[in-house]
Structure formats: structure tokens, C-alpha cells
């Protein structure tokens, strides 16, 4: 962190101010273009690329019945269509706007951490993940209602692998945090978490992020509950999120109001925000394999 201690001469300023303007258009977050935008759709095409022939039929099955869902601006004809419909939805708040809870469970990082705390009414994203891979998993409810569940289901388990939308620090998960990412000024940590560097981090790496895993590769980056989901990334943004934007931990006092990541800080989290794309995505194949698996959800529910 910190600024430059050299000067620029006009021609450089004018180009990292061109380049800064062009970024800013870029990164900037929208309901649809955030970690959705960039992140939730690779989740999705790991998940589908590491999931059997069947559950891909039954997948592309549910979503033929995306228009009965009666949300003709948010289509799900796509697997990036089905894996940011959640986020789709919110703009029309008068009718949507109760599901706003369930993208995060966010506790404060020098807390202890209890899963199933503020999480009134199941209304948190833990909570909706079980739920509706239940619903998803329930062949007697009728197919929009299990797309609308399909759909909840690959976006929430998305969210709730982004650190930000599980541990914070009295901040509303970075939002309340100002920063630069590099030379781009004018966004917050969270969103930084939820788009420059979820970009960067699926397009990086020595290979294609959306392939098929090795079995050895999927059971090392499966497994687990959505309670155990979120703890690893509380457990993240404690101990590297915010120590890596602040070059302190959160626990030892106050953080200012505001930082900026230089390009060393970016290229140490590429591989953090790297990785809990790659165990989303895994997660979700197994979510699938065990939501449209033959008989009683109950008795194999994480």
C-alpha cells in the first residue's frame, strides 16, 4: 500500500487517467455485473463441466421451463443466465426485494464465529442454501419452482465462497471500506473482491479454470456444508483479506476508513479469489449429484 514517491510526467498521468476512466467503466458494481458477472458464471460452467451426463440433462430440463418463472428480464436459458438470476431479480425490489438477505451471513472477524447466528427466519445465506437444495431435490413440486431453486442454489453457494459475504469488520463486508485497486480509484473492498480481482483471478493460472477435474483435484477441493463454507471464508477475510489490503490484521485495532492495493497486493490475492472459485464451482457439481441423486434427500443431506 501507500502512494508513489516519484513524479509522473503530463503524457503518463494523461494514460493511467485514460486507463483509470476506461476501468472504472469496467468494475464498476451492478446488480449483474459483480462477483456474479464474472465469477458465478464460471462457477456454474465448473459445476456443469464436473457434474455426470444425467445431472446435465435434468439441469437443461428444469430450464426449459425458465418463462414459467414469470421473470421475462431475467431469462435463464444459459448456465451464466442460471448462475446470476438471483442477482437478476433484485432490481425489481417490490417483488424480490425479501431474498436480499439470503446472498451473506456476515459476522465480524474478531468475534467468535456461530454459522446460524442473525440468521432469523432461515433468512441468510446458509440457511437458503439447505433450503433450496432441498426444494431442488423434491420431485413432487413442479419444475419452475425447482429451476427457481436450482437457480438460488448455484448462486448462494457462489456467494458464500467470497470472503466478503461471510466475515467483515463492522464495515458491511468491505463495503464501507474505500480503496484503490492499482491505479483504479473510487471503489471499496468489497467490490474489488466481487469484480476487478474475481476477473483477473478466473482468467489467470497455468490452466483453464473451466475444465474437468481430476478426481484427485475434486476431493481436494469439495467437500463440506454450506456452515463449514461459510467459516472458511470468515476465516479468510480475517486473515487475509483484510491484512492484505491493510498490511495488518483487523483484530490488532481500528482500520482506517480507507487503502489501496498496489499490484503486489493484487497478484497475492489472485490465486486466494483463484481458488474459492474453483471449490465453488466443484461444490455446486456436488450439490447437484446430490439433489437430483434417486431417493429421500433426508438421508443424505449435508
Not at 446488480?31 to 463441466?49: D, N, S
Not at 417483488?95 to 439470503?102: F, N
Not at 481436494?220 to 463449514?228: K, S, T, V, Y
Request: aromatic share 8%.
Amino acid at each position: 500500500m501507500g502512494d508513489r514517491s516519484f513524479r509522473e510526467g503530463p503524457g503518463l498521468m494523461i494514460k493511467r487517467l485514460l486507463f483509470a476512466l476506461f476501468a472504472l467503466t469496467i468494475f464498476a458494481p451492478t446488480a449483474a455485473q459483480a462477483w456474479g458477472f464474472y465469477a458465478h458464471g464460471v462457477t456454474a460452467k465448473i459445476a456443469l463441466e464436473n457434474s455426470s451426463a444425467d445431472v446435465r440433462r435434468k439441469v437443461a430440463q428444469l430450464m426449459r421451463s425458465q418463462a414459467e418463472l414469470g421473470t421475462p428480464q431475467c431469462r435463464i436459458t444459459t448456465a451464466e443466465e442460471l448462475a446470476t438470476w438471483a442477482d437478476c431479480v433484485r432490481r425489481e425490489g417490490w417483488r424480490w426485494g425479501y431474498t436480499a438477505a439470503w446472498h451473506y451471513r456476515t459476522a465480524p472477524v474478531c468475534e467468535e464465529y456461530n454459522a446460524r447466528r442473525n440468521c432469523s427466519g432461515g433468512n441468510c445465506i446458509n440457511a437458503q442454501i439447505t433450503r433450496n437444495l432441498r426444494l431442488l431435490a423434491d420431485e413432487r413440486l413442479p419444475d419452475a419452482i425447482r429451476l427457481e431453486a436450482l437457480a438460488f442454489l448455484v448462486h448462494f453457494v457462489g456467494d458464500i465462497h467470497q470472503p466478503l459475504h461471510s466475515g467483515d469488520d463492522h464495515d458491511r463486508g468491505g463495503n464501507e471500506r474505500a480503496a484503490d485497486y492499482g491505479i483504479v480509484p473510487g471503489l471499496n473492498l468489497h467490490s474489488i473482491w466481487d469484480s476487478a480481482l474475481a476477473e483477473r483471478a478466473v482468467t489467470s493460472g497455468p490452466d483453464a479454470i473451466v475444465r474437468r477435474y481430476t478426481a484427485q483435484e475434486r476431493a481436494e477441493l469439495g467437500g463440506g456444508n454450506a456452515d463449514d463454507w461459510g467459516r472458511e471464508s470468515w476465516q479468510t477475510a480475517r486473515d487475509f483479506v483484510y491484512p492484505n489490503a491493510f498490511d495488518r490484521k483487523p483484530c490488532d485495532g481500528d482500520l482506517p476508513s480507507e487503502t489501496k492495493l498496489t499490484q503486489d497486493d493484487i497478484v497475492a490475492a489472485v490465486p486466494v479469489s483463484r481458488q474459492r472459485v474453483q471449490q465453488a464451482g466443484i461444490r455446486i457439481a456436488e450439490m447437484l449429484e446430490l439433489a437430483f441423486a434417486p431417493g429421500p434427500l433426508e438421508e443424505a443431506a449435508p
